[in-house]
C-alpha cells in the first residue's frame, strides 16, 4: 500500500469520528507523529500496518461519543519534556532505536521465539524508557552492584579494560568510571561502549566530558556492532565491513568545558552515520557500522599502545557489563548463544563478566498480575539456566571459566521508584501514579496492544494505588551472575 491511500483512509477515518490526527496515531500504535513521520517520506512494517487497520475496523461504528475515549490510551505513557513518542513498531527513516527488545504479545507468557526477537520493540518507546529512568534508582544500584566486581579485577598492562554491552543513557558506565578512577586513580583505561540508538549515545557523551578532566589517561570508544563483532570493533561480513565508519577524535585543551565543546561538535557526524532501522525481526540494525574513538591529544604518546587500530583490535576485557542484554522472554538459548556466550569469549585472562536482568517476585509484578494474573514475564530468565546454557554453547573451552550463580543473597538486589514519605500516604497524586504504572508496566516489558484495552478506564490507576498504599511505594529485584576467566 503506497503512502498516500494509507494517508487518505486515515484522513476519512479521523473525520468521520472525530479525532486529531496526533490522538490517532497515539491511539492506534502510541505514536503521536505517526502522520507527520508518513508525510514527510516514513516508512513503517507490515506489522504496524496491520495494528492501524485492527484499530480502525474495531473503532467504526462507535460514533463520535468514543472520540474522548482514545484519549486515556495516551496517558499510559506521560510525557516526558520534549521527547518524541516511538512507534511500536518505529517508523524506518526514525533514528530512536533503544535496548533490549520486546515481550510477547496479549494474553500473557508467550512460548519464546527462536531468535528472541519480534515485529515490535517494547523498548524503542523513549517516553517509557526515560520515565523508568529518571523515576527510579535502578541505574544508581546496577551501577553499584557493577563496581564490586572491581575488587575481583587484576588488570594486566598496559590498561584496565572496560566493556560495556549495553550503554544506554550512559549512567551505569560513567558512574563505573568514576568508581574506576577512584580504586586505580594512575592506570590508563580503555572503555568500549556497544549502542544501537542514537539517542542514548548523545546522552552519553554528555556524561562523559568530566571523564576526560579528571582521568586523562582515557580512551573511550563507542560502536553500534552487534555483540558478536564490538568487542573486537570489527565487522566479519565483508559487505558491511566495506561501509564500517572508523573516526578518531583527538580531544584538545584540558578542562571539561573544552572537552564539552568538542564532544558537542561531534552532533553532525552522529545523525550522518549512526542511523538505524528495523530488520526484518523487529529488531533495529545499524544502517552502517560505526566506530567512534576518542581520547585527549595530550596523553596520545602514553596511549598509544591501547588506541585501537582498525582490524587489529583485541579483545582480552577486564571487566564486561552485560545489564539487561536481552528482553526477558526470549529463550534461553538465544540469550546463551546470541550475547552471554560471545560477550564471555571477549574476556582476557582473569577476567570477569556480570550479567544482570529484571527477577520479578516483587511489587512492581504485583501491579502487573492485578491486570494480568496469568503473566510472568521472567520465565527464561532464570541465572541458573542461562549459566548452565552458556556452559554448553561454549563447548571445550567452558572449562578456562568459572559459571557463578552465587546465593540469592548476594545475587539479588532491590532498586525503588524515587517517591517522598507523604508521595504514597493517603490519596496519592495521579503524576505519582502515572509514574509507577510506567515504571511497572516498562519492567515487565508489557507491549502497547495489551495496555490500549486496559487504559480505557481507571482500574489500573486503582490497582496501582492498592500497590503503593500495601507496599509503602514500589520497588523492583533484579538478578546478577558473574562469569569469570582463569588466569594463565
Not at 564486561?320 to 538465544?334: G, K
Not at 548463544?337 to 574476556?347: C, N, T, W
Not at 577476567?351 to 527477577?359: D, E, P, V
Not at 532498586?415 to 508496566?441: C, Q, R
Request: proline content about 6%; some cysteine; overall charge neutral.
Amino acid at each position: 500500500m503506497s503512502a498516500e491511500v494509507l494517508l487518505s483512509e486515515i484522513s476519512d477515518f479521523c473525520r468521520a469520528v472525530g479525532l486529531a490526527e496526533s490522538t490517532f496515531g497515539r491511539a492506534a500504535i502510541n505514536d503521536g507523529k505517526l502522520v507527520s513521520r508518513l508525510r514527510n517520506g516514513g516508512r513503517i512494517t507490515t506489522d504496524t500496518l496491520d495494528r492501524i487497520r485492527h484499530f480502525m475496523s474495531n473503532y467504526q461504528g462507535r460514533g463520535r461519543a468514543r472520540a474522548d475515549a482514545a484519549a486515556p490510551l495516551s496517558l499510559a505513557i506521560p510525557q516526558v519534556g520534549a521527547a518524541p513518542a516511538a512507534a511500536a513498531a518505529p517508523v524506518a527513516a526514525t533514528n530512536r532505536p533503544a535496548a533490549p527488545s520486546s515481550a510477547p504479545p496479549a494474553g500473557g507468557a508467550k512460548a519464546p521465539d527462536d531468535d528472541g526477537q519480534r515485529n515490535f520493540r517494547f523498548y524503542d518507546n523513549r517516553q517509557k524508557y526515560l520515565m523508568f529512568v529518571n523515576t527510579c534508582s535502578e541505574k544508581w544500584e546496577v551501577a553499584n552492584r557493577v563496581s564490586l566486581e572491581l575488587d575481583h579485577v587484576h588488570p594486566r598492562p598496559p590498561a584496565l579494560r572496560v566493556f560495556d554491552a549495553g550503554v544506554g543513557d550512559g549512567t551505569i558506565l560513567s558512574r563505573v568510571m568514576r568508581t574506576m578512577h577512584d580504586k586505580f586513580a594512575t592506570m590508563p583505561f580503555y572503555v568500549v561502549g556497544k549502542e544501537i540508538s542514537l539517542e542514548d549515545v548523545r546522552l552519553t557523551l554528555q556524561k562523559m566530558p568530566d571523564r576526560f578532566f579528571e582521568h586523562p589517561a582515557t580512551v573511550l570508544v563507542l560502536t553500534n556492532l552487534q555483540y558478536a563483532n564490538a568487542p573486537w570493533l570489527t565487522v566479519r561480513d565483508l559487505k558491511a565491513a566495506s561501509s564500517l565508519v572508523w573516526h578518531e577524535v583527538r580531544l584538545k585543551g584540558n578542562t571539561s568545558h573544552s572537552f564539552e565543546e568538542q564532544i558537542t561538535d561531534l552532533e553532525p557526524f552522529l545523525a550522518e552515520n549512526w542511523n538505524a532501522r528495523t530488520g526484518k525481526t523487529g529488531n533495529s540494525v545499524y544502517d552502517r557500522p560505526a566506530v567512534l574513538v576518542i581520547y585527549r591529544e595530550d596523553h596520545r604518546f602514553l596511549l598509544d599502545p591501547i588506541i585501537p587500530k582498525l582490524g587489529e583490535t583485541p579483545a582480552d576485557y577486564d571487566l564486561v557489563i552485560a545489564s539487561q542484554p536481552y528482553r526477558a522472554r526470549a529463550s534461553v538459548q538465544f540469550k546463551a548463544k546470541r550475547v552471554i556466550a560471545p560477550l564471555a569469549r571477549a574476556l582476557g585472562p582473569g577476567g570477569r563478566l556480570i550479567g544482570i536482568h529484571s527477577y520479578g517476585s516483587d511489587p512492581g509484578m504485583e501491579l502487573v498480575r492485578k491486570i494480568w494474573p496469568d503473566d510472568n514475564p521472567f520465565v527464561t530468565n532464570n541465572r541458573h539456566d542461562i549459566l548452565k546454557a552458556v556452559k554448553t554453547e561454549m563447548g571445550n573451552s567452558a572449562r578456562n571459566y568459572s559459571f557463578n550463580a552465587n546465593s540469592d543473597t548476594k545475587s539479588l538486589f532491590k532498586y525503588k521508584m524515587h517517591t517522598l514519605p507523604t508521595e504514597v500516604e493517603g490519596s496519592i497524586g495521579t503524576s505519582t501514579l502515572f509514574a509507577a504504572w510506567n515504571d511497572a508496566v516498562y519492567v515487565a516489558q508489557v507491549e502497547d496492544d495489551r495496555l490500549g484495552p486496559v487504559v480505557s478506564n481507571n482500574r489500573y490507576l486503582e490497582a496501582t494505588q492498592e500497590v503503593l498504599h500495601a507496599n509503602g511505594g514500589l520497588w523492583f529485584v533484579n538478578e546478577s551472575f558473574v562469569i569469570s576467566r582463569r588466569r594463565e
